[in-house]
T-cell receptor
Framework: TQLLEQSPQFLSIQEGENLTVYCNSSSVFSSLQWYRQEPGEGPVLLVT?????EVKKLKRLTFQFGDARKDSSLHITAAQPGDTGLYLC??????????FGKGTRLSVIA | DTGVSQDPRHKITKRGQNVTFRCDPI?????LYWYRQTLGQGPEFLTYFQNEAQLEKSRLLSDRFSAERPKGSFSTLEIQRTEQGDSAMYLC???????????FGQGTRLTVV
């Protein structure tokens, strides 16, 4: 049973389009992280959200943590080819190790 | 570079051989994690240390796998009698205290032939 479900699994869009990817769970998390991973590399931390309803912006990326702290979304505005990669969400419950979703593989075509 | 460092980056080994990977965490981080990632999957937790104590091991960590962090600094992950199913990216991450935000190394890609 996957604790964190990410959708869509794959996404291919044209440069300049907007997109949203989702991370859902039936469990409550104390915090949730989003990472981006490129082929052959380790995940790179983008953001951490800890408060229900929290919204964080990182340039063209907007992250939201659900009110109940069970889900999160990542919205990218005006996607660029450099946004291509695997987007992973990871949840933490207290001090326990992070659990990851399977990721959304994004391809932005110029 | 003060990030998490893993060595080697790539390892090709024959089935049945033993392999050992090393991870150097961010220097002030007291927690160190090992994850495994296969194609099309997110990272799966294997084990973690707080200082030199190994606090948790996943069921994924068979008795062929052993991890150490002898002085609470670097860590090693050894796989004995490798099998083709061990082929994966092995990721190391570290974090500081109770702040459960992990920073990852670039990973070691293991291929068992």
């Amino acid at each position: 049973t996957q604790l964190l479900e990410q959708s869509p699994q794959f996404l291919s869009i044209q440069e300049g389009e907007n997109l949203t990817v989702y991370c859902n769970s039936s469990s409550v998390f104390s915090s949730l992280q989003w990472y981006r991973q490129e082929p052959g590399e380790g995940p790179v931390l983008l953001v951490t959200v800890v408060t229900g309803g929290e919204v964080k912006k990182l340039k063209r990326l907007t992250f939201q943590f659900g009110d109940a702290r069970k889900d999160s979304s990542l919205h990218i505005t005006a996607a660029q080819p450099g946004d291509t990669g695997l987007y992973l969400c990871a949840g933490a419950k207290g001090n326990t190790p992070l659990v990851f979703g399977k990721g959304t593989r994004l391809s932005v075509i110029a | 570079d003060t990030g998490v460092s893993q060595d080697p980056r790539h390892k090709i080994t024959k089935r049945g051989q033993n392999v050992t990977f090393r991870c150097d965490p961010i220097s002030e981080h007291n927690r160190l994690y090992w994850y495994r990632q296969t194609l099309g999957q997110g990272p799966e937790f294997l084990t973690y240390f707080q200082n030199e104590a190994q606090l948790e091991k996943s069921r994924l960590l068979s008795d062929r796998f052993s991890a150490e962090r002898p002085k609470g600094s670097f860590s090693t992950l050894e796989i004995q009698r490798t099998e083709q199913g061990d082929s994966a990216m092995y990721l190391c991450a570290s974090s500081l205290g109770t702040v459960n935000v992990a920073f990852f190394g670039q990973g070691t890609r293991l291929t068992v032939v």
